[in-house]
Structures are given as C-alpha cells and as structure tokens.
C-alpha cells in the first residue's frame, strides 16, 4: 500500500519549453502532497505543499509562476515548469500523504522525475 | 534558519558490523523525526520514525533520539553490502499542520563485503 507514482521518470527539454510532471497516489487518496526539488549531493529542498481543492503554498524563493501546481483530485497533483532554463535541471519528488492516516507527517515518496533542460 | 545536520560521510563499515548514523536539529520544538534512505538516482523511502525520546527497534535498525540534546541516530546492526546508500534524517518542524520536513544532506553509507 501507499504508493505513489510519478511521470515521467526522465524528461529532456530544450530551454524555454514548459514541462508537466504528474503525481500521483496509487492506492490511497492524499488531501495534501508535496513538491521537492533535489540537486546533485544536496538534499531535498521543499518547493511547495500542494492541497487538494486550493491554491498551493510554496516556500521562500520559489517562484509560483514559473512552477505551476495543481492539485485537481485526491490523488493527483502536477507541477509544470515553464520557461524551462538550464538551471531547473533538477531531479523533482513528490511526497502525499495518506488521508486515511491520523499521522500528519508520514510522506510516501514519488520515483522522482530526472529533468535536463538543454 | 531551521537546520538538520548530518555528516556527509562517506562512513564505511564492514559487512556485519553496526553502522551508526547521526543528525542534529535546530528546531527546539521539532517532535516528529524521520530516517530515510536513498538510492543513487532513486527517491527517498522511510526506513524508521521516532517521536519519543530514547530507542526504537524495528528489524536491524535502531533509532535513536535525545530531545534535549537535539540528536537522533539510526543504528544499523549486522550491515548488509544492499544497505549502502545515502540516509536522509528528516525533521518536522515545530507548529503548522502541513506535516512539512526539513532534510538533512544525508551521509552516505558503504558496506564493504
């Protein structure tokens, strides 16, 4: 149980292009998902906590419109990078959390999605 | 700023010996704190989570944490070389409800067969 799937795995895009990665929970519904944003040896920094039915709220200095998310369903949230730079190549991870659970912390992760942007 | 703090490692064990990971936290009032282990090029997944003080065992794996001390290792008995990977200590940080984590940088563990 619990798991979640992301798409695409890896993504290669020319500067500029906008791309659209898809979360979503498998075998459960998450009212809240999250957004993370991993550099090469550096650690998952949160980009933005995504909530079923409102606006996401995104963390301090990450730019909202440039990182679109949509948390349309229970079980599906999307983050599109537009006006993609050579400096949004990243690997992307999504977390949800099971609305089920009385525990407000755990998160299962996404696969991630390896973005190249050349 | 509310930080998580963890040697980059990389520690190197032999197989069967415990390995012995270590975090330190900022956040006084964090109570909820997680280990995760990550693979080369994959996502993190939860090994072990913590909330009170002292030890808890699940498996091979000991988790430990010291509140006033603000520490909280991840004990790992009779390693394995398939334990080799990255362990990510994840933190929530006091107040809010959104259950956000603050990661460490993680240490990057070697069992030598």
């Known amino acids: 149980g619990a798991v979640v799937s992301q798409h695409p795995s890896r993504v290669i895009c020319k500067s500029g292009t906008s791309v659209k990665i898809e979360c979503r929970s498998l075998d459960f519904q998450a009212t809240t998902m999250f957004w993370y944003r991993q550099f090469p040896k550096q650690s998952l920094m949160l980009m933005a906590t995504s909530n079923e039915g409102s606006k996401a709220t995104y963390e301090q200095g990450v730019e909202k419109d440039k990182f679109l998310i949509n948390h349309a369903s229970l079980t599906l949230s999307t983050l599109t990078v537009t006006s993609a730079h050579p400096e949004d190549s990243s690997f992307y991870i999504c977390?949800?959390?099971?609305?089920?659970?009385?525990?407000?912390?755990?998160?299962?992760f996404g696969p991630g999605t390896r973005l190249t942007v050349t | 700023q509310k930080e998580v703090e963890q040697n980059s490692g990389p520690l190197s064990v032999p197989e069967g010996a415990i390995a012995s990971l270590n975090c330190t936290y900022s956040?006084?009032?964090?109570?909820?704190f997680f280990w995760y282990r990550q693979y080369s090029g994959k996502s993190p997944e939860l090994i072990m989570f913590i909330y009170s003080n002292g030890d808890k065992e699940d498996g091979r794996f000991t988790a430990q944490l010291n509140k006033a001390s603000q520490y909280v290792s991840l004990l790992i008995r009779d390693s394995q070389p398939s334990d080799s990977a990255t362990y990510l200590c994840a933190v929530k940080l006091s107040g809010g409800s959104q259950g956000n984590l603050i990661f460490g940088k993680g240490t990057k563990l070697s069992v030598k067969p």
């Open positions: 977390s949800a959390r099971d609305i089920r659970t009385s525990d407000l912390t755990t998160q299962y």
């Open positions: 956040d006084r009032g964090s109570q909820s």
